[in-house]
């Protein structure tokens, strides 16, 4: 059974920048055609898909979002990565990873980790 832990710093100050990380266990972030999805939930709004990285490492992202966000992995750690730069208040929310078998819909969805922007 595949489960997904994301975790990061928690709070961080505007202008920063903010790393998370989703750590997968149950399975390989390099097979199975399975596509890590980054989404995120900030406080009174909808879930907000940011992108995602293939089986194979091809990176995908919300175009609005482009200009600050990167996604990469860890194969050696099994591990699906969230960078996001240059950080406002707006970015505060909670971010959660998630699975699908390709790009059929979400399958499998982490805890969830609250990232805080403030000064």
């Known amino acids: 059974q595949v489960q997904l832990r994301e975790s990061g710093p928690g709070l961080v100050k505007p202008s920063q920048t903010v790393s998370l990380t989703c750590t997968v266990s149950g399975g390989s972030i390099a097979a199975n055609y399975d596509i890590w999805h980054w989404i995120r939930q900030p406080p009174g709004k909808g879930l907000e898909w940011m992108g995602a990285i293939s089986y194979s490492g091809n990176t995908y992202n919300m175009p609005a979002l482009k200009s600050r966000t990167s996604i990469s992995r860890d194969t050696s750690k099994n591990q699906v990565i969230l960078q996001l730069d240059s950080v406002t208040s707006e970015d505060t929310a909670v971010y959660y990873c998630?699975?699908?078998?390709?790009?059929?819909?979400?399958?499998?969805w982490g805890q969830g980790t609250q990232v805080t922007v403030s000064s």
């Open positions: 998630a699975r699908s078998p390709s790009w059929s819909g979400m399958r499998t």
